[in-house]
């Protein structure tokens, strides 16, 4: 079969598409170098002439701020001004002022323990799960579908329930990160089953039976046999688990309080009822999420690839 | 006497006491007299509490916590209470971006009382789910919570709301009477459901109209008075006209008809017409024809207000065109004063002051109204605001009271209201008549005086069970209206049904009576314009 020519069409076609993914980046990118009167006007400021880093001081070194501003001004017993009123030159007014009493390191660094571990949780135990289906057909036809079942209503319908059971005395898992692990493992671990079990039933069996009649005991086989042969496979798995575990906002928010705190939580919070939605700031924080991500992809992209195109081709 | 005699004149003197009749032989209570006991227990405890209620106030301060003001009888009961507390911190759960209100008190509170303080914040339009997951899960880990007052009904009735009378009477915050009372009606709709307290009052938001006197005085016209603007729904209309002016960029009316926000010029409009949410019955009066027409009269006034009106809500109206100067006027909350007057806080070009001091661009009115014979009738509207709502899963729920009738004391919220970082606005009469330099200064010129006269017209949101279902019926609908994907009819119709629907659902007969009593808290010569003295459940 010949190859297709990459016609103009084509071309017009993949610009849109290329514009129509990329644009969402770009405007999270300007508005974050937006001073806060740039943020929704109308025409938009495509790219500000005013650019700024104060959203990101706002989320990443507030003290600095502060510190420029002389603190926050607040009255004492006496009636005195503890710091001086916001001044003309202030990055920001004092009505939001209360957001640069504390910087957003707590939710990055939350985030990055909780999908990391719970991502890794989910790995293993949707792994095992996915062995045990697909080579020794455990739980025959409905267990498979039974541990689907746990993704098939609204998350919102068991984050109560959640919240009971984490508050029961003897197990107080709520605001913490071993919680929130296990409450995010338990969630992804329906997809992490499936999608390890769709690779590894590509997976010849006869190769780890062959293993196994080298000497190798079950554990082995799997660990080292199957393990490499489907690690695109796994490493495309993780990374969906990934994101859906940094981007998740409503177990974040019903499951903790003060000693736990995720990015999507605190970019819900970026918002004053007297100055409404803090969109530049939120962008910045916005930035600084996608950091890890775009780094990980970046290292990963050969076996996400191949990952992808595991199975492709019906054996 | 023996000492077997004695108890047995002991046993026989406690059972006279108590007015029962002892058993000949072994004085044992019967049940007739165990009833009888009980009864008279409890009718004397009445009595007490009757005859407490009409006591004056020196003889009820008897009885009531030491110290002269709202905020050391909270110091002098906390104190009270911190040896034997179960838990020596009180967790507070508060929305994001008002912790300047709350913050610079913490050590000043633990050092008076003892109490620590946990500021566990929550994002603004989180804190009703919050709240109601506290009501669900009953963990205790909240002991205050701090929604909007739309909320009340939602917390008294799932249970997690405790009431407060009790603590009240003993406490006394002032909130009812005396030279720092909050005014009726929002004393009573800001705190109250069916009839209880459940929430201490800490944020003025009932509405006022913002204009450019300056403009205004450019066309040769004047306002009606200080502090009104307009007297009429009819003048506003003829008067925003009047001052549109394309040509130069300025528009004559900057409302709101994006979702979420249109809903609260439907709803400061129609009362004023003494229409209410819904009859008598509790049937919706959204469909009425002074409903219908409200639509079309805040349709017509779409032509000379911004293209952005679909999008903008409140903050981005304010920040791109009454601050920057392209808007003859806007109604929205207190902070729409206090920042259009901050010109270093929020890049306001209207912020100049006169030789006086005195803001020499913008002036502050009262809401238009409707004349109804002689009489001119406003309603306007109350929504957000913030409320002090005790945990009844708290374990130390008498404590969580007193900070919180601390915090909102009359000297404490003088304090509070003004600082960075926090957006509590004034609401109690000292704040408006005896205001500190710093509380001026946050609010200049007539603002405080205005908002002051205002509050006699606040009406509340639709605040019963179900309440933000009933509001977003009312504001997807209008919002079909004002876009022009439904004629006014049918979205009103639409309107109609669907909160008749949530009504059956929720049970007609309980939303009645929660309506009645939401009704009974409206300003007076608005319930005797409908006639709710005649309502019958």
Known sequence: ???????????????????????????????????????????PVWVSENGTVTNYLVILWPSV????????????????????????????????????????????????????????LSIVVGFMAAIAIARYRFGGNVTPFFILSGRMFPPIAIAIPFVVMFSAPGIEATDSYWGLILAYAAVT????????????DELPQEIEEAAMMDGMSRWEAHIKVTVPLIKGGLIATSLFIFILNWSEFLFALVLTYTNVETIPVKL????????????????????????????????????????LTLGAIKR | ??????????????????????????????????????????????????????????????WAADGATPEERAINGAKALFDSAEKKTISIMYPSGSGGNLSPFVEEWKGLTGFDLELIEVPVTETHQKAMQEAVAKTGRYDIMIPAPLSLADLAESGVARPLDDYMDKYDPEVYSGPNQLQFPVSDFGQKYKGKTYGLYCDGDWWHLSYRKDKLAEKGLAP?????????????????ATMHDPDN????????????????????????????????????????????ETVKELIALQDIMPAEQFTYGFTENYAQYYAQGRGFCEFGWPSLWRYSNDAAGSQSIIAAKGEDGEPSQTAVSKV????????????????FAWDFVVSNYSPIQEAAYCFSQWITGPTMSMRSIPNEGGYFDPWRDNHFFAPSAEFFAAYPGDFLATHAEAIVDAVPEIQLRGAAEYLNALDVNLTAAYNGNKSPEEAMEDTAKEQNRITRRLGKAEQKESWHGLAKMYPEPLQKLVGVDKWVL
């Not at chain 1, 079969?1 to 993949?14: C, D, E, N, T, V």
């Not at chain 1, 910045?284 to 990952?307: K, N, W």
């Not at chain 2, 019967?30 to 004397?44: H, P, T, V």
């Open chain 1, 1 to 43: 079969m010949g190859a297709r020519k990459f016609g103009p069409g084509s071309a017009i076609g993949l610009a849109f598409g290329l514009l129509f993914a990329v644009f969402p980046l770009f405007w999270m990118v300007s508005t974050s170098f937006k001073p806060s009167n740039e943020w929704v006007t109308t025409p």
């Open chain 1, 65 to 120: 701020l502060l510190e420029q501003r002389g603190g926050l001004g607040q009255y004492t017993e006496e009636g005195e001004v503890t710091a001086q009123r916001a001044t003309e030159s202030d990055a920001v007014s004092g009505a939001v002022a209360d957001f640069l009493t504390k910087s957003a390191w707590q939710s990055i660094r939350g985030s990055i323990i909780i999908s990391v571990l719970s991502t890794m």
């Open chain 1, 189 to 200: 671990v329906p997809f992490s089953t499936w999608m390890l079990k769709s690779f590894i």
């Open chain 1, 268 to 307: 819900s919070k970026y918002f004053s009822a007297t100055s409404g939605q803090q969109y530049g700031i939120q962008a910045a924080l916005a930035c600084v999420s996608i950091v890890p991500l775009v780094i990980v992809g970046f290292f990963i992209q050969r076996h996400l690839v191949r990952g």
């Open chain 2, 1 to 62: 006497m023996s000492h077997s005699d004695k108890k047995e004149q002991f046993t026989k003197e406690l059972y006279r006491l108590w007015s029962m009749h002892a058993d000949r032989k072994n004085y044992k209570v019967s049940r007739r007299d165990l009833i009888k006991g009980m009864a008279g227990l409890g009718l004397g405890a009445g009595a007490i509490s009757m005859l407490m209620k009409q006591a004056p106030l020196s003889v009820r301060q008897a």
């Open chain 2, 224 to 240: 009606k008075s200080k502090r009104e603007m307009v007297h009429t729904w009819g003048e506003y209309d003829e008067l925003c």
């Open chain 2, 249 to 292: 960029n300025f528009y004559g009316a900057l409302e709101y008809r994006s979702p979420f926000w249109n809903k609260f010029h439907w709803m400061t409009r129609v009362q004023s017409k003494g229409h209410f949410y819904f009859d008598e019955d509790m049937n919706s009066l959204a469909d009425t024809p002074q409903g219908i």
């Open chain 2, 368 to 383: 238009p109204g409707t004349m109804h014979g002689d009489e001119l009738i406003r309603s306007c509207i109350h929504a």
